[in-house]
Antibody, heavy 120, light 110 residues
Framework: QLQLQESGPGLVKPSETLSLTCTVSGGSISRSYYYWGWIRQPPGRGLDWIGSVSFTGSTYYNPSLRSRLTVSVDTSRNQFSLELSSVTAAETAVYYC????????????WGQGTLVTVSS | QSALTQPPSASGSPGQSVTVSCTGTSSDVGFYNFVSWYQQHSGKAPKLMIYEVTKRPSGVPDRFSGSKSGNTASLTVSGLQAEDEAEYYCSSYAGSNNWVFGGGTKLTVL
């Protein structure tokens, strides 16, 4: 059974860079038709797709975040990562990693999520 | 403001059917048959319930069904059970390698 687990700092200062890693277990990250994505959910609000990466390093980014966003992959560790620069308090959210099925255009496996608070 | 519009709440009694709507545009829901639905219990991660408008992943009860008409997709839960009480989110491919979500609908089992 595929499992995903987010890790990283739970507190980030405004204007700094938010960095998270997702470790995939129970299957290889190096599979065709699958990307690996990040989705966030501010407290009490809806879901927002951030960006996705393939095992080759090809990326798709939310247009509203593209200028500040880097999503990368490390196949040797079966991990992928998120870096979002110049964060503000409004980006306080639970950040989820998920497998992004590009054939069906859905997110079929999700991590448990990690709360990142942006505050000084 | 979310890209797809969902009613904030819906409710039904056990055994009844409830339908949740998801309205987009002719550039996303109306153009592509790539609408998916997610169930999220409080404090938990979302779970895929429906993909490609009408398909159910293995293990999802057939009480859950999806449909689409024009720019509006719908999720119907039949034979409502207490465990179905959760937040439900729709999502659609929006073209140009972009994916959007709805704002969520809180389903209450009365």
């Amino acid at each position: 059974q595929l499992q995903l687990q987010e890790s990283g700092p739970g507190l980030v200062k405004p204007s700094e860079t938010l960095s998270l890693t997702c470790t995939v277990s129970g299957g290889s990250i190096s599979r065709s038709y699958y990307y690996w994505g990040w989705i966030r959910q501010p407290p009490g609000r809806g879901l927002d797709w951030i960006g996705s990466v393939s095992f080759t390093g090809s990326t798709y980014y939310n247009p509203s975040l593209r200028s500040r966003l880097t999503v990368s992959v490390d196949t040797s560790r079966n991990q992928f990562s998120l870096e979002l620069s110049s964060v503000t308090a409004a980006e306080t959210a639970v950040y989820y990693c998920a497998r992004h099925d590009l054939h069906s255009n859905c997110f079929d496996y999700w991590g448990q999520g990690t709360l990142v608070t942006v505050s000084s | 403001q979310s890209a797809l519009t969902q009613p904030p709440s819906a409710s039904g009694s056990p055994g009844q059917s409830v339908t949740v709507s998801c309205t987009g545009t002719s550039s996303d829901v109306g153009f592509y048959n790539f609408v998916s639905w997610y169930q999220q219990h409080s404090g938990k991660a979302p779970k895929l319930m429906i993909y490609e408008v009408t398909k159910r992943p293995s293990g999802v009860p057939d009480r859950f069904s999806g449909s689409k008409s024009g720019n509006t997709a719908s999720l119907t839960v039949s034979g409502l059970q207490a465990e179905d009480e959760a937040e439900y989110y729709c999502s659609s491919y929006a073209g140009s390698n972009n994916w959007v979500f709805g704002g969520g609908t809180k389903l209450t089992v009365l």
